[in-house]
């Protein structure tokens, strides 16, 4: 690999890739395609701040797809033997469910593409690790511009990833 090429990678902490995540996708507009593919959906402050992003590329003119393991649809609070029995869900769960839902619906009312991947079964809720998509990228791609930037990465779309330290390879190119 050649030094100029390696200036196309950065590895970012945690604090570093939310706020690079952020910048990124509110500069997000028309020919932008921004492509989200994470493992947990969970609310919170960052969460919040994150969808807002996203909604406004969308409004922007940029397309964007989000794409969430249907494990990550569960709150990870009811998981994983609990969510077998329908009569475990807390008040807490009840609410951080609805939070979710609220979130999601803003993204869809947006227009952004939110999808949900595999199953919902309880056998997945029961051993999620046997059966989920934990792969976590980010990335915006504008064939125009011939603007490609993209993230392959730890970190989940939960807010307790973002409490916790993990890194994000940063790749950047305008080839």
């Not at 507009?29 to 959906?41: A, N």
Request: proline share 2%.
């Amino acid at each position: 690999m050649t030094t100029q090429s390696m200036k196309t990678f950065i590895v970012e902490d945690t604090k570093t890739f939310f706020t690079d995540f952020r910048h990124t996708f509110s500069q997000a507009e028309s020919g932008d395609v921004v492509w989200i593919q994470s493992m947990l959906f969970e609310p919170g402050i960052h969460m919040e701040s994150i969808v807002e992003v996203l909604c406004k590329a969308k409004s922007n003119g940029a397309t964007v797809y989000i794409l969430i393991d249907s494990f990550g649809i569960l709150t990870t609070k009811e998981i994983p033997i609990r969510s077998i029995l329908p009569t475990s869900k807390t008040q807490e769960v009840k609410k951080l469910n609805e939070e979710k839902r609220i979130l999601i619906n803003k993204l869809r009312d947006a227009g952004v593409n939110f999808r949900i991947s595999g199953n919902k079964s309880h056998l997945k809720a029961t051993i999620p690790w046997l059966f989920c998509n934990h792969r976590k990228s980010y990335g915006i791609v504008n064939k125009k511009t011939k603007n490609y930037k993209a993230w392959i990465t730890g970190i989940n779309l939960a807010e307790e990833s973002f409490n916790q330290f993990d890194i994000a390879v940063c790749i950047q190119n305008k080839k």
